[in-house]
């Protein structure tokens, strides 16, 4: 995410962009409460963590984005002023709950922490290690019940095998996530949390298992390191392709409305595959309006396409637990 792309989603989020057609003008942080559909949308927030994230660069400058600060003032006052206060028109009229006030109420915190510790130059570690702590209580849980399912399901010795190398595996250190980052652009925190403990799975181990586990329509797919990413991005989705160089416009609307019409794109970053498969998980550096940074698409061979996984590294993970919870063994 450029400077640029981040300003736009800004704007959008805090309903101050001149397109009032953009999809992200009524789906967006700010647009989303008014009116107030009963569900506030966490990846609208991650989203908006992950734009002061890219534009911290700016707040260290002697000279403000004017711009920059009244987007960012109007979020954390209107959506306090709308769904924290008492006498908010949400709370006044019964239209949000407690529990829901209360994870807006935070939500507004951590911005505004991240925000202000920016502007003192205090450094991105300290600025973000409210929303890293907040990550980690829904992300840990999930890593938790993973390895007791990953225990439970390595049935075959073979499987056994592998899962005692997955247990011995280190997670990767800031200065190679960092070093991701440089090359193939920002990463969500939820997925620089989980490599923090985890770095990949190892070849032929497959831990996650997206898809309609009840209907048996799943994949299994193992996580590749931080190497073996970088090593991947070399010959995969290294540049960009259009879908419209191989697909008419009727089977262009096939695709997910979340996706922009490639077919491989340089902001596309895979990380997770089929042992001997040509089926990827990618994480999308670049979604369409209607799609949220660092949200989980898959490309398949044969035919090749791109489809729509999931809104966060966290709800694959969410989703994966599911599925293999209904699985009687894991398969090589």
């Known amino acids: 995410m450029d400077a640029s792309s981040a300003i736009l989603l800004l704007q959008c989020h805090a309903f101050a962009h001149e397109d009032v057609r953009h999809h992200k003008m009524t789906y967006g942080f700010l647009g989303s409460l008014r009116p107030f559909s009963g569900e506030l949308q966490e990846s609208y927030f991650h989203e908006l963590m992950a734009v002061v994230r890219a534009l911290s660069g700016e707040f260290g400058k002697p000279a403000l984005n004017r711009e920059l600060i009244a987007c960012l003032w109007s979020i954390t006052h209107l959506a306090r002023a709308w769904a924290v206060e008492p006498d908010g028109v949400l709370r006044r009229n019964g239209l949000i709950a407690d529990e829901q006030v209360a994870r807006m109420e935070r939500w507004l915190d951590l911005i505004s922490y991240a925000v202000m510790i920016l502007l003192e130059n205090g450094g991105e570690e300290e600025a973000f290690w409210g929303y890293r702590e907040y990550i980690s209580e829904q992300l840990d849980p999930l890593m938790a019940e993973l390895d ?29 996530l960092a070093a991701i980052e440089a090359k193939f652009g920002l990463l969500p925190e939820d997925f620089r949390a989980f490599y923090r403990r985890k770095d990949g799975s190892g070849y032929a181990f497959h831990v996650l298992y997206p898809g309609d586990g009840e209907s048996d329509e799943g994949m299994p797919f193992y996580l590749m390191s931080l190497d073996e990413i970088e090593e991947t991005k070399s010959y995969f989705c290294e540049r960009d392709e259009l879908l419209a160089e191989h697909y008419s416009e009727e089977e262009m609307r096939k695709l997910d409305p979340e996706i922009k019409p490639f077919l ?4 596309w970053l895979p990380f997770a595959t089929m042992a001997g498969g040509s089926v990827y998980l990618m994480l999308d550096l670049d979604p369409s309006e209607q799609g949220t940074y660092g949200q989980i698409i898959s490309y398949v061979h044969d035919p090749d396409f791109v489809y729509y996984v999931a809104d966060s590294f966290m709800e694959l993970l969410r989703e994966s637990n599911r599925n293999l919870g209904l699985m009687d063994a894991i398969e090589y």
């Open 148 to 176: 007791v399912l990953l225990k439970e399901k390595a049935v075959d010795a073979d499987i056994q095998e592998l899962h005692a190398s997955y247990q011995q595996r280190p997670g990767a250190d800031e200065q190679q």
């Open 264 to 267: 491989f794109h340089e902001k």
